[in-house]
């Protein structure tokens, strides 16, 4: 190149047809979001797998964690709130199958229900933990990417999420 920045030669895309003209980046992104979501949720299975119950969705799996997260008792509006879901029948089956599963307690207060990680909860959590830390965190440890590389990555996939949320509520206008 005369202007001496590097191009790559070839995009790596899953849809061709997006990657075309102005803003051609967006779909090389969009398809590393699509290859990091679905290796993240293999994860998340397979970890609660080795954890001691191959039973659950990763849906189920991140629900389990953002109830258990910080101790404190949740309502579903907060669960979706959190986990950025709107369709909130899906985590209240997932909230329905944790009580069954007897990995959530829930509590009625009037018209609304609190959910809270029951012990047995709190036990496969910790199992989930400690496979997490041999599996993934020691060999996290073991790459170029730090605390700080992890932590800027995971601020611009906010910040990014937030212009695909208002992208979808654009798109709904239309």
Same mark, same amino acid.
């Given at each position: 190149m005369s202007d001496g920045q590097s191009q790559p030669s070839r995009r790596i895309v899953s849809s061709r047809h997006l990657a075309e003209g102005e803003g051609w980046e967006a779909s090389e992104l969009e398809y590393?979001? $699509? $290859?990091?979501?679905?290796?993240?949720?293999?994860?998340m299975s397979r970890c609660m797998a080795a954890a001691? /119950?191959?039973?659950?969705?990763?849906?189920? $799996? #991140? %629900? #389990?964690?953002?109830?258990n997260h910080?101790? +404190?008792? !949740?309502?579903?509006?907060? $669960?979706?709130?959190?986990? /950025? =879901?709107e369709d909130t029948h899906? %985590?209240?089956?997932?909230? *329905?199958?944790?009580? !069954?599963?007897?990995l959530l307690e829930a509590d009625k207060r009037g !018209?609304?229900?609190?959910? +809270?990680?029951?012990?047995?909860? %709190?036990?496969?959590i910790?199992?989930?933990?400690?496979? *997490? /830390?041999?599996?993934? =965190?020691? /060999?996290?440890?073991?790459?170029?990417? !730090?605390?700080d590389d992890l932590r800027d990555i995971a601020a611009h996939l906010r910040a990014i999420s937030g212009q695909y949320d208002q992208a979808s509520r654009a798109a709904a206008s239309l």
């Open positions: 590393g979001m $699509i $290859i990091a979501y679905n290796a993240f949720s293999r994860w001691g /119950n191959c039973d659950l969705t990763p849906l189920e $799996i #991140l %629900v #389990l964690h953002n109830t910080r101790g +404190r008792e !949740k309502r579903l509006t907060d $669960i979706c709130f959190m986990l /950025n =879901i899906t %985590v209240n089956y997932a909230l *329905r199958k944790l009580l !069954k599963s007897e !018209k609304e229900v609190f959910y +809270r990680t029951s012990a047995t909860g %709190v036990e496969l910790e199992a989930y933990r400690a496979v *997490r /830390n041999t599996c993934l =965190i020691d /060999n996290l440890n073991r790459t170029d990417m !730090k605390g």
